[in-house]
């Protein structure tokens, strides 16, 4: 989860000499990884670090992940597995090494721009495609369900006496209603990022590449759709262009789905972030960040469009 991503680097000498003290000794392990003409820093990751590696005319990305990934329903080995399989139908980067138990992955670098939520409302339908692309792969190597993460995440808040809204509990009769209806038109699970935020793309020209599968798992290709909108907080008319670009043909009853596992989505990631904010040790706001996905799923709960919702996802 990267509240925002940017594909670049911005470390001077004096952090790149930081890095190569704090890092050298484990990139030297991987081969490929020992000569390295350069060393900087990829912005934005919130759970890891990201590092560009330079050898000539080669850029690889070394991940390094923190140790709170079993707190946050991340599974590395799943990660590495996954990130294969989404390579092998050429949606995902090159996966070139991985050291297990070390929170080493390391992928080749894509040439691209980086997505903002002003790229993803301009290039819905090819989006969608990138989505298809994804979702037609080999199933994945574990399955996502945020109803049964969102229980999770809550376990560790209240075990651990994290901060938690204090109205969160009453919505989760919400959630019980949005769980029974989704399970009426149900049809499966699909290999799924889960996690497509802005910077998750990629546009390298012919197509977009969709990156960082941290949270990826079989999952309804409906909560993928509702994710990216939510993530980029657009309208609905972008919500029905989206689910429509992907179906090929418009698909009420998938619209209300992806609305609503949009909702199940906010409602879920406000305990990551409540989950962030007492365990990071990086500089950034989390509790704001969960807040501000909390106020529109109290908002949305509390909605007409709820109840439309709930009543559209089952008729077909």
């Given amino acids: 989860m990267y509240p925002e991503r ?21 990139l030297d392990q991987v081969p490929r990884l020992r000569i390295r003409e350069s060393l900087s820093e990829l912005s934005g990751g919130l759970t890891n670090r990201n590092l560009l590696v330079r050898h000539g005319q080669n850029k690889y990305v070394a991940r390094i992940s923190s140790n709170s990934s079993a707190l946050l329903s991340i599974d590395r080995e799943s990660e590495y597995q996954n990130s294969k399989i989404a390579a092998g139908v050429g949606i995902a980067a090159p996966v070139l ?54 229980k999770s995440y809550l376990a560790i808040v209240q075990e651990r006496g994290f901060r938690l809204p204090s109205d969160y509990h009453d919505f989760a009769e919400h959630l019980t209603q949005i769980h029974k209806a989704l399970k009426i038109l149900d049809e499966g699970t699909v290999p799924c990022n889960n996690d497509l935020l802005p910077g998750n793309f990629i546009d390298g020209g012919e197509k977009i590449w969709i990156i960082d599968y941290e949270y990826s798992g079989n999952n ?18 972008e919500l029905e262009g989206l689910v429509t670009a992907y179906y090929g043909e418009s698909r009420p009853e998938k619209i209300a789905r992806a609305w609503l596992q949009a909702l199940t989505a906010k409602y879920g990631w406000t ?9 990071s040790e990086l500089d950034f706001d989390f509790w704001s960040w969960g807040m501000e996905k909390y106020q529109l799923a109290q908002a949305e709960f509390s909605s007409e469009m709820f109840r439309k919702m709930l009543r559209q996802v089952s008729e077909k």
């Fill in 6 to 26: 940017v594909n670049h680097s911005t470390t001077s000498i004096e952090e790149s000499q930081s890095l190569e003290k704090l890092y050298g000794s484990l």
């Fill in 97 to 150: 090494d991985y050291l297990p138990g070390q929170g080493l992955l390391v992928i080749g670098y894509l040439e691209g721009r980086t997505y903002s939520a002003v790229d993803v409302a301009a290039n819905l339908s090819r989006i969608a495609e990138s989505c298809r692309v994804l979702h037609s792969a080999p199933a994945f190597v574990r399955d996502f369900n945020m109803f049964e993460i969102q």
């Fill in 220 to 237: 309804d290709a409906c909560f993928e759709l509702g994710n990216i909108w939510a993530e980029s907080f657009l309208g609905l008319e």
């Fill in 271 to 279: 305990l990551w972030a409540s989950i962030q904010s007492s365990i």
